[in-house]
């Protein structure tokens, strides 16, 4: 119904228009899992996703001026990427880091009684912070790379678990369990980890080429009139930092934030 659609507050459109950007960064991080984590993968469906994003972004302008055939494109784009997620039986394709920190946010809002975002919305926030770090990893080279891995310790397990407990409190039990081949990981297991990351650099370098610049990033969701900074969306900076940090325990996927994490350039 594209009358109903169009004349939808425009907040929510640029919402709909943020959440399918995030499928850059998305199916760059399972390209990522492919690679390091032996996660399931498929590469028609990365593809479809991608192409659907990109048809939307496309339409950047159009569609925040309200033109029916770009809010039609969007549509479309959205039920694609549902039909992708079924068609692969998981949602891996559409919910990378920056679904992470939405959720990680979604979760905080609920728990302390505030009012709730628009899940796009934060989406969108979050894209453009994962994208930055995509903005690192592809000036990356591989000897940049092998001295920050032979750098790189095991993370303790103890800490970890610190962390999840004081991020998420009384629901930390089911993630630690699902955190489970990250925190119980051997030395050994570590060191094959950054083989992968190391024999397979060029393969990521070229996998996430798919993902906009954090600059790109923004000035879409300007052109849509969406947020672009975590404070529009009555975050705090030290909020915004939190869903960083903790948001990529919500899953047990070796996203971006994993990756940055063995490199030692976040914490």
């Known amino acids: 119904d594209l009358d109903t659609l169009t004349a939808a507050p425009r907040d929510m459109i640029a919402a709909g228009f943020a959440d399918m950007l995030g499928k850059y960064t998305s199916v760059a991080d399972w390209t990522i899992g492919k690679i390091v984590w032996d996660e399931p993968f498929d590469q028609a469906i990365a ?12 339409q950047a302008e159009a569609i925040g001026q309200g ?11 959205l039920i694609e990427s549902g039909y992708c997620m079924l068609d692969f039986g998981s949602s891996r394709n559409a919910s990378g ?12 809002l609920l728990q302390q009684g505030r009012p ?6 934060k989406v969108g926030v979050a894209t453009i912070l ?28 103890e800490d970890e678990i610190t962390r999840i407990e004081a991020a ?13 081949p990250f925190l119980d990981m051997t030395e050994e297991q570590y060191d094959e980890v950054k083989r992968r990351i190391l024999n397979g650099w060029d393969d990521i370098v070229a996998a996430v080429q798919i993902v906009p610049s954090a600059t790109e990033v923004a000035r879409s969701l300007e052109l849509v009139g969406g947020a672009t900074e975590a404070t529009q969306l009555g975050l705090s900076t030290q909020e915004q930092a939190m869903g960083e940090q903790y948001g990529h325990y919500l899953r047990q996927r070796f996203t971006s934030r994993k990756l940055m994490r063995v490199l030692g350039l976040v914490q």
């Open 47 to 58: 593809d479809r996703t991608v192409d659907a994003a990109r048809i939307v972004d496309e």
């Open 67 to 77: 033109s029916p055939q770009a809010i039609r494109a969007l549509m479309e784009g």
């Open 97 to 108: 880091a920056e679904h992470h920190y939405s959720h990680y946010w979604e979760m905080m």
């Open 116 to 121: 709730a975002i628009l899940h796009g919305a």
């Open 130 to 157: 994962v994208a930055g770090m995509y903005d690192q990893i592809k000036q990356l080279s591989r000897e940049q790379v092998s001295d920050l891995l032979e750098d790189s310790q095991l993370l303790q397990r």
């Open 168 to 180: 998420y409190g009384d629901q930390a039990p089911p993630l630690i369990a699902d955190q489970a």
